[in-house]
């Protein structure tokens, strides 16, 4: 239950409502201005949320606004040592404390324990913070992001859940709470709250992208298409993460539409939208897209055009600024250093994985072997040896391991379609036809699984079902074709 009771200020100190509401202690207007367009600027993926900087120094005695500009200026890099200036941030916001409202002192202590004791502690203080201040979306948005994280999908639509009765009037709520209900399972609920968000605020970039999953779940990629298409001008003034990431799921889609016939289009979206040319990258969100796209697209039509691309990638990646940063990243980047023919440098990176996971994940022995298999796995597969993927990964390889990489499951269905083709290499042909029949169960929509159980069916003598799967297979694609003729304008 959301707290009833009413704080008593001390009237010897300034206290203003923020946007939810809320009491935080500043003698400064333009801190609180700044503070309420920080909180949108998170919600929306806008561009300019470094403006809790100007927040915090527009009143250095503020503890909410110092606390988030802190954590602002070292979640980046998430290193165990402060930059020099989120120190000094992190120092004033403890210090102001003693004077913050109750509000403030939680939202602090939640990010003190971000920064200082890990992603549990501070996960069960957002909790905290939401069921005594659930009006807070900045702290269900900065809850569900570690919830992702650390693959724990059923908290994301919990603490969406909590917030939700007290803040209907606000889309960004609705997309938040679309998201979770997406990512466990519930994906009819997941499009009617995406759709709500989108009723509310129709520019809400998290709402599209949550739409996005739902549909490309139900394999109803045209549909999908159409939304962003509408959707993509919008997305000019967002951060580059979100921007590129979406752009990620439109080529996605044209993949899972048109296969091979929508090479020429997913080459143009990559080559425009999600990595460009001759940019310093930023953000190890944008090696996540371009990675992650290549290596489906190397999966799904096998093209030697990806090498050009992935030898690009790996240039910049060299000097592995973004290492640990991401586990995803350091996956993806193992498979790119050996398709890139620098084995060295995917044997030292998935060596480095398996240091950091040791450390980091004794409590989940099942989790931690896993990531680590998929570490070894793509080091044989960035040279080719997809037989040795295949013994690596082994006949019980699942995806749901995984969630602790921070990714979403059509992010994941790159790995589960990676061990199909390998296990099909490897022989292992019984285990491949239980997989690809409940891939085509799940999502009869996807030819590519059709066309991996007709190989499956094939080598297993049953010839019957190979011919009915490859039938499948041929009519989904040949729609695909068609569909994708007439929207062939639409990206290029």
Same mark, same amino acid.
Request: glycine content about 6%; proline content about 2%; aromatic content about 8%.
């Given at each position: ?30 801190? !609180? ?6 909180? !949108? ?89 939401? /069921? ?8 269900? %948005? ?62 809400? !970039? ?5 739409? *996005?999953?739902?549909? /490309?779940?139900? *394999? ?18 967002? *951060? ?23 090479? %020429? ?19 190890? +969100? ?18 030697? !055009? ?18 640990? +940063? ?93 061990? *199909? ?72």
């Amino acid at each position: 239950m959301a707290s009833s009771s009413v704080e008593k200020p001390d009237p010897a100190i300034s206290y203003k409502n923020d946007l939810w509401g809320y009491e935080v202690r500043s003698s400064s207007d333009d801190c !609180i201005t700044f503070l309420n367009k920080y909180y !949108i600027e998170v919600l929306s993926y806008g561009r300019d949320k470094r403006v809790i900087l100007q927040a915090a120094d527009a009143d250095n005695c503020c503890a909410l606004a110092c606390g988030l500009a802190a954590v602002y200026l070292w979640a980046p890099q998430k290193s165990t040592t402060l930059p020099p200036r989120a120190l000094i941030y992190l120092t004033a916001a403890k210090e102001n404390l003693v004077k913050a409202s109750k509000y403030e002192e939680l939202v602090v202590r939640a990010l003190v324990a971000w920064i200082e004791h890990g992603s549990e502690d501070a996960l069960a203080r957002h909790f905290e913070v939401l /069921e005594s201040y659930p009006r807070d979306l900045l702290t269900l %948005k900065r809850g569900q992001t570690l919830c992702f994280n650390m693959g724990r999908s059923a908290d994301m639509l919990r603490l969406a859940l909590k917030a939700l009765p007290f803040n209907v009037e606000r889309g960004y709520v609705f997309g938040m709470l679309a998201f979770a209900l997406v990512e466990v399972g519930s994906i009819r609920e997941g499009e009617s709250a995406a759709r709500m968000a989108l009723t509310i605020e129709a520019q809400d !970039i998290w709402a599209q992208h949550a739409l *996005c999953h739902a549909l /490309e779940y139900q *394999c109803r990629f045209k549909e999908a298409l159409t939304l962003m298409n509408i959707s993509c001008s919008s997305w000019l003034t967002r *951060c580059s993460f979100m921007r590129e990431h979406n752009w990620w799921h439109v080529a996605a889609c044209q993949l899972e539409l048109g296969g091979r016939s929508a090479l %020429k289009t997913v080459l143009y979206i990559y080559d425009e939208h999600i990595w460009g040319s001759q940019r310093v990258i930023k953000n190890p +969100q944008t090696y996540i897209n371009a990675l992650g796209l290549l290596l489906r697209m190397e999966i799904r039509v096998d093209s030697s !055009i990806v090498q050009e691309r992935i030898l690009q990638v790996v240039s910049s990646l060299k000097e592995r600024a973004f290492e640990h +940063q991401e586990l995803l990243l350091d996956l993806l980047a193992i498979w790119a250093f050996g398709r890139a023919d620098q084995p060295e440098e995917a044997i030292e990176m998935a060596e480095s994985v398996k240091s950091k996971v040791l450390a980091v994940d004794v409590h989940k022995p099942s989790t931690m072997q896993c990531v680590i298999s998929l570490a070894a796995a793509l080091c044989e597969c960035g040279r080719g040896n997809l037989k040795a993927v295949a013994e690596i990964l082994g006949s019980t390889f699942y995806t749901g391991n995984l969630k602790v990489l921070g990714a979403s499951n059509e992010q994941l269905d790159v790995f589960e379609d990676l061990w *199909c083709i390998s296990s099909l290499r490897a022989g292992h042909v019984t285990q491949v036809v239980e997989v690809a029949e409940r891939l085509t169960r799940e999502k009869p929509g996807i030819s590519f699984a059709w066309r991996v159980l007709e190989e499956a069916y094939s080598k297993s003598g049953q010839a019957p079902e190979a011919i009915f799967a490859g039938s499948r297979a041929r009519v989904l694609e040949l729609a695909g074709e068609e569909e994708l003729l007439n929207m062939s304008s639409l990206y290029l």
